[in-house]
């Protein structure tokens, strides 16, 4: 049996996951692990050595000060039941001779990806959640509001936009249903207005018929009624002062980058 120890300056995600990584290479030997975080001082990196058991032990260490690492590395030495392993002093010299940049060497950068991460992930439920005007309480709540007729890119942009952590919900605009009250509780910056072509439109919304396997003679896709729905559309934009996008020949990206534009200036 060994002991395994990963130690960490920051919280020790990195090391325990390269740990388990490690660990599954070698299935006919029996571990022991312990986990010690935050040792960013002289003290804390001689708490890891107070804990060490009987038997032969493995230390797996990411810290990124010089100072803690050669501590560990200091303490280690003479000690012939202990194998100790920097993860990150390796990688990190080797990186600085091969760029002549030296690394910033600051504990818990990892963290500020790792909000990033849930960042985005929370934007992504925000747009499945506030996706086609399913709750309005979303508005108030978004940094993107998206208002569009029927086919005009809302849910492929908001999903693009939560992908860059923007939280985003989205309206479709029908002339005959009202439109929600919060909607004019909305900071018009964060309001944009999709419009489209209707001869473009046209085509898309028979697209989406065949799809669907619905006849094509169906009112959706009539030039009258789409004229009738950006109409509308037009009208309600100019009431509520909002930016409007043309995506009639646009990709999401595209159409991404002017709302990015929009909203951060």
Do not use: W
């Not at 501590?71 to 390796?90: F, H, Q, S, T, Y």
């Not at 709750?135 to 569009?148: Q, R």
């Not at 409007?244 to 002017?258: P, Y």
């Amino acid at each position: 049996m060994y002991n395994l120890f990963t130690v960490s300056d920051s919280t020790g995600e990195t090391v325990n996951q390269i740990a388990n990584a490690i660990l599954i290479q070698f299935p006919n030997l029996e571990f022991v692990k312990k986990r010690f975080s935050n040792i960013n001082t002289i003290e804390a990196c001689q708490q890891v050595f107070d804990h060490l058991p009987d038997g032969k032990t493995i230390i797996l260490v990411t810290v990124a000060k010089d100072e803690i690492a050669t501590e560990l590395k200091e303490l280690a030495e003479g000690r012939d039941e202990v194998l100790l392993i920097d993860l990150l002093a390796n990688s990190l010299n080797q990186i600085e001779q091969f760029t002549n940049e030296k690394a910033t060497r600051e504990a818990g950068l990892i963290r500020v990806l790792d909000n990033e991460y849930f960042d985005k992930i929370e934007a992504i439920e925000f747009a499945m959640n506030f996706d086609d005007g399913k709750n309005p309480a979303g508005f108030l709540e978004a940094d993107v509001v998206l208002l569009g007729v029927s086919r005009t890119s809302k849910t492929p942009l908001s999903v693009y936009l939560a992908n860059k952590s923007y939280k985003v919900a989205n309206l479709p605009l029908v002339p005959e249903v009202n439109i929600p009250k919060e909607i004019y509780q909305v900071d018009p910056k964060k309001l944009i207005g999709l419009i489209i072509d209707p001869e473009k439109l046209n085509e898309i919304r028979n697209e989406r018929l065949a799809t669907l396997g619905l006849s094509l003679d169906s009112t959706y896709a009539q030039n009258e009624r789409i004229q009738k729905e950006l109409d509308y559309a037009k009208e309600l934009f100019d009431e509520l002062g909002c930016v409007v996008i043309d995506v009639s020949s646009s990709t999401i990206e595209e159409t991404a980058a002017k709302i990015i534009e929009h909203i951060e200036n």
